[in-house]
């Protein structure tokens, strides 16, 4: 029997886990898949992958599908999840294993991110700012990935500057991308995180943007992703299609 596994990031915040558990509740009941649905989280949250990986194995499942809920292929998709894969592959070397691929760069999700905006900002003008703020890694592809959503993005929204920053592993942070386009912003400036779920990061997020409003700025932030319907319908896509990356 085929089971499917939805893995996240896990969070240390009570409110992210909620939400990440919420999200996927509402993908295992919309999707037609089997009835073997699981879910676990790759740190700070439970069930851990290996114990959700286990609940599949005591429903009877003898193929499982694993759905990474990661916008990008970072450390944690080519080596953290795939080495617990790995391992209970060979604690369970009867049961198939596939690994869908992260959400990546694509025209769906960029038009998600450009919407959010517009629903944030109302009517976007050409004086208006965007800063994409990623979660941040030491993997040279992610600024790659970024600076294809930066161009993305402008060619979805007119608007005089759009720029990224991290909020770790890379540069520059959130406080000199805060910074920088303070310094020449005319109009609205809209955040837009790169996360999928709310959490700790997305707090700290909050807290820049208090601190703006309090000192004049008309300043605002889309929320994460998942707030967008198109999210859900992509994991709902990716469970069902063949298509894996091991």
Known sequence: MKAILYIGHGSRSKRGAEEARAFIQGVMNWTNE???????????????????????????????????????????????????LSSMQLKYPFVRIQMREPFGIQDRMLDAMADMVRTVAGRVLPEDRILIVGRGSSDPM???????I?????????????????????????????????????????????????????????RYVRVLKTNGYDIVHTGPLCRHRVIEDLVIERAAREHSII
């Open 34 to 84: 089997p009835a073997i649905q699981e879910y676990g989280f790759l740190e700070l949250a439970e069930p851990s992958i290996e114990a959700a990986f286990e609940h599949c194995i005591d429903r009877g499942a003898e193929e499982i599908v694993v759905v990474p809920l990661f916008l990008l292929a970072a450390g944690h998709i080519k080596q953290d999840i795939p080495r617990i």
């Open 142 to 148: 992610i600024q790659e990935d970024f600076a294809a």
């Open 150 to 206: 930066v161009n993305g993005m402008k060619g979805r929204l007119e608007v005089a500057s759009i720029s990224v920053c991290y909020l770790a592993a890379a540069k520059p942070t959130l406080q000199e991308g805060l910074e920088r386009i303070t310094k020449h912003a005319a109009g609205r400036i809209v955040l837009v995180p790169y996360l999928l779920f709310s959490g700790l990061l997305l707090t700290e997020i909050d």
